[in-house]
């Protein structure tokens, strides 16, 4: 779910059409982000796996701060490696896929749906392959509002959790 939230996160925060946002799988997890400019070249941002690096930009923006944090070693990465995504095994990717389609309240519920899901697997009330059909069932139930208003995302959301809740 991680991959489907940061894609709605960037058609969000940076006015990126949906159709224009592709997923890869990076199981060395050095690439952090990538974009692609007019002229085909691209932009990576690479670093060791740990987001205190991330953490700490966000928090000193627009300022680069110094820190004693592991630098990248290129050495010990010879290979950097990409997938598509297997939205069959990984279903909540391809749930999160559907809402930002869907677009209106549908990434709100699958967001509500999805903290009500982790919750109950940490919990030990579910298992971690229940979560997807948890979330789709909400997706499914809650009815769909194309131009929420704050008002509404906030009862969207609270429904979302009373009906995922009763669903475990």
């Not at 940061?6 to 990126?16: P, Q, T, Y």
């Not at 979330?135 to 009373?162: A, F, G, M």
Request: negative net charge.
């Amino acid at each position: 779910m991680n991959k489907g939230l940061e894609m709605i996160e960037a058609h969000w925060l940076f006015s990126v059409p949906p159709g224009k946002i592709e997923v890869v799988i990076h199981p060395q997890s050095i690439i952090h982000s990538m974009v692609e400019f007019c002229d085909g070249s691209v932009k990576a941002q690479m670093g060791i796996p740990d987001m205190r690096l991330p953490i700490q930009y966000a928090l000193g923006y627009p300022f680069r701060l110094s820190s004693d944090f592991k630098r990248f070693d290129f050495s010990k990465f010879s290979e950097l490696t990409f997938s598509p995504p297997d939205t069959e095994n990984f279903r909540n990717l391809a749930l999160a896929y559907e809402a930002i389609a869907r677009g209106g309240n549908c990434p709100c519920v699958l967001n509500a749906a999805n903290e009500v899901a982790v919750a109950a697997f940490l919990a030990g009330r579910i298992s971690f392959d229940a979560m997807p059909d948890l979330i789709n069932k909400c997706i499914r139930k809650i009815s769909y509002v194309s131009n929420p208003s704050v008002e509404d995302y906030q009862l969207i959301d609270s429904e979302t959790r009373q009906l995922a809740t009763s669903l475990l």
